[in-house]
């Protein structure tokens, strides 16, 4: 689905709960016009969503990663880059404006820029799950595995209780053949989802494991 962006509450909104009028979206809360900010994040799923994208990204990789793909010139977003640009030059620690930033580069597929904001706002402020949840979401697109661990067991910190986060460690540790560890998080998000969905998916992935390592 869709999200967006609104300057005055500073936060996103996805398209469902904004205002529609004449094909533009705005705030349900201050009614300012949204900012387009792509797609939201795709909830990770095992083995066939990866293997699907090795198919489609061969050459994928930390390498490839230019920041020249997919660049949107849109005047409104590019104000909002210099505004925050001024209010880091004011407050070098504004963390709002740092994230942002992020999330304008994560937009444009600028990952180099993203990762670097990112980095500096759990630098300043290491609980800040939302940066260290994109940090992880790049990391697991570009395949740089264990710095995803990294900052998903930071996350079971700061976020014990949130099964996402031990569902996306379950596929990076399964990724990496560490089958005890995936089939601890898959437990661990089971035993936490709300999602019926999700649960019977769980179901599979903990049975494959438990299949593969008796055949070890």
């Known amino acids: 689905m869709p999200t967006y962006f609104c300057r005055k509450c500073n936060k996103q909104i996805n398209q469902k709960d904004s205002i529609e009028f004449k094909n533009n979206y705005f705030c349900p809360v201050c009614k300012n016009r949204l900012s387009y900010f792509g797609r939201e994040p795709c909830r990770l799923s095992p083995q066939q969503v990866f293997d699907f ?14 920041g020249k793909q997919g660049i949107y010139y849109n005047p409104e977003i590019n104000t909002m880059i210099l505004e925050c640009q001024d209010a880091l030059k004011i407050n070098p620690k504004n963390i709002k404006a740092l994230f942002t930033l992020a999330k304008i580069y994560q937009t444009r597929k600028d990952f180099p820029k993203t990762v670097e904001t990112l980095l500096k706002i759990v630098e300043l402020e290491p609980g800040h799950k939302e940066a260290s949840q994109n940090l992880a979401d790049i990391f697991l697109e570009t395949k740089q595995y264990n710095l995803a661990i990294d900052q998903l067991e930071q996350l079971k910190i700061f976020d014990s209780s949130n099964y996402l986060v031990y569902y ?23 035993d936490l989802c709300k999602d019926e969905n999700l649960k019977e998916e769980l179901q599979i992935n903990i049975k494959t494991i438990n299949q593969e390592m008796n055949n070890q």
């Open 168 to 190: 996306n460690l379950g596929i990076v540790y399964y990724k990496i053949k560490d089958l005890s560890l995936a089939l601890n998080n898959f437990l661990s998000a089971y």
């Open 53 to 66: 994208y090795d198919k489609k990204m061969p050459n994928a990789g930390k390498a490839g990663l230019t």
